[in-house]
């Protein structure tokens, strides 16, 4: 059972030194254990932070199953994990309800927890799982509850779906629908590490010792950094920044002409929430009291990327979507 938070301070300076001492001392003891991915750390971190759920996509073997395992450690959550598969049903992740007798004969329905009924949900290879399982996640993910036998169960506070993705697989896969996509605040792409840190990474895993997280803050602590998070004031400059580059992507007569020959769905008003919490969130870990342009330019990718898709002739033209939101960002 979660632990019960304290109430957050009635004003936002009296936690602020707290609060970044925390999360960089969270990202030190990630890192520790996580070599050679400080920008996937920092936007996981960013994610949680502002209160959302991160998609972690790269091919196996870089770390994402160690990234989900050590931050719940350094950020002193409980965690579960759920390994999808095409027969994974709703009630595996859920849980269910039992017949149940007593002394007397009475019979009684009890409802079962099943592992999303935790702070830190790992949901690994997740476009593996049907879509009906995914439908499932779906309301746990956006309402923080769990319907099941007619009843509303409340999950932990805080709670945080961390889901990996292969993005080479295609057989026995099936791709997440776009509203399922948008719950997510962030996409992070773990890329291979440069020589340096794998010649790090062979020499600290092959030996004898092995390298472990410790606690950097508890569950309390990342919900009064929540809590901080949407209380630091941002700039009108900032505001105008997130509106002209989210609305920017969007076809339509004013959008520039890439836009409206290779875009054919575009990021809605939660990719503009998603920007101002990471953009917050940014400012926060690198200890800074409000968020700048330059937040805004280096979160666009991984809160756009997975909220929009281009036709066949962005693919034709070899045009990426990374590609396409880094020339909106220049317009800023």
Same mark, same amino acid.
């Given at each position: 059972?979660?632990?019960?938070?304290?109430?957050?301070?009635?004003?936002?300076?009296?936690?602020?030194?707290?609060?970044?001492?925390?999360?960089?001392?969270?990202?030190?003891?990630?890192?520790?254990?996580?070599?050679?991915? *400080?920008?996937?750390?920092?936007?996981?971190?960013?994610? =949680?932070?502002?209160? *959302?759920?991160?998609?972690?996509?790269?091919?196996?073997?870089?770390?994402?199953?160690?990234?989900?395992?050590?931050?719940?450690?350094?950020?002193?959550?409980?965690?579960?994990?759920?390994?999808?598969?095409?027969?994974?049903?709703?009630?595996?992740?859920?849980?269910?309800?039992?017949?149940?007798?007593?002394?007397?004969?009475?019979?009684?329905?009890?409802?079962?927890?099943?592992?999303?009924?935790?702070?830190?949900?790992?949901?690994?290879?997740?476009?593996?799982?049907?879509? /009906?399982?995914?439908?499932?996640?779906?309301?746990?993910?956006?309402?923080?509850?769990?319907?099941?036998?007619?009843?509303?169960?409340?999950?932990?506070?805080?709670?945080?779906?961390?889901?990996?993705?292969?993005?080479?697989?295609?057989?026995?896969?099936?791709?997440?629908?776009?509203?399922?996509?948008?719950?997510?605040?962030?996409?992070?792409?773990?890329?291979?590490?440069?020589?340096?840190?794998?010649?790090?990474?062979?020499?600290?895993?092959?030996?004898?010792?092995?390298?472990?997280?410790?606690?950097?803050?508890?569950?309390?602590?990342?919900?009064?950094?929540?809590? =901080?998070?949407?209380?630091?004031?941002?700039?009108?400059?900032?505001?105008?920044?997130?509106?002209?580059?989210?609305?920017?992507?969007?076809?339509?007569?004013?959008?520039?002409?890439?836009?409206?020959?290779?875009?054919?769905?575009?990021?809605?008003?939660?990719?503009?929430?998603?920007?101002?919490?990471?953009?917050?969130?940014?400012? =926060?870990?690198? *200890?800074?009291?409000?968020?700048?342009?330059?937040?805004?330019?280096?979160?666009?990718?991984?809160?756009?990327?997975?909220?929009?898709?281009?036709?066949?002739?962005?693919?034709?033209?070899?045009?990426?979507?990374?590609?396409?939101?880094? /020339?909106?960002?220049?317009?800023?």
């Amino acid at each position: 059972m979660a632990k019960t938070a304290p109430k957050p301070p009635l004003r936002p300076e009296e936690y602020f030194d707290e609060a970044v001492a925390k999360l960089q001392a969270a990202k030190t003891e990630i890192e520790k254990v996580v070599i050679g991915q *400080g920008d996937v750390v920092g936007n996981t971190l960013i994610t =949680l932070a502002s209160g *959302g759920h991160v998609l972690l996509i790269g091919v196996p073997g870089l770390a994402k199953t160690l990234l989900v395992d050590t931050s719940a450690k350094a950020l002193g959550l409980n965690s579960n994990r759920v390994q999808c598969t095409p027969d994974l049903m709703p009630a595996d992740i859920l849980g269910s309800e039992v017949l149940d007798s007593n002394d007397k004969g009475q019979r009684t329905f009890r409802f079962i927890k099943g592992p999303v009924f935790t702070q830190l949900l790992m949901a690994d290879e997740i476009n593996r799982a049907s879509p /009906r399982t995914q439908s499932a996640l779906l309301q746990a993910m956006q309402e923080h509850s769990v319907s099941a036998g007619g009843q509303l169960h409340d999950l932990p506070a805080p709670f945080h779906v961390l889901a990996t993705q292969n993005p080479v697989e295609q057989e026995g896969t099936y791709p997440l629908p776009e509203a399922q996509l948008d719950r997510f605040l962030m996409q992070v792409d773990v890329e291979y590490p440069d020589a340096e840190a794998e010649r790090e990474i062979i020499l600290a895993t092959t030996g004898t010792e092995k390298r472990e997280a410790a606690p950097a803050m508890s569950d309390a602590d990342l919900i009064n950094i929540q809590t =901080l998070v949407r209380a630091l004031p941002i700039g009108e400059q900032v505001v105008e920044a997130i509106l002209k580059l989210v609305r920017a992507g969007r076809p339509g007569d004013e959008a520039l002409d890439l836009v409206n020959e290779y875009v054919s769905w575009a990021p809605g008003p939660r990719a503009s929430q998603a920007l101002m919490l990471a953009a917050r969130a940014r400012a =926060l870990l690198d *200890g800074r009291a409000a968020p700048s342009i330059d937040d805004v330019v280096a979160l666009a990718v991984p809160v756009l990327q997975h909220r929009m898709a281009l036709n066949y002739k962005a693919a034709s033209a070899g045009l990426g979507k990374a590609e396409l939101i880094g /020339r909106l960002s220049e317009t800023l």
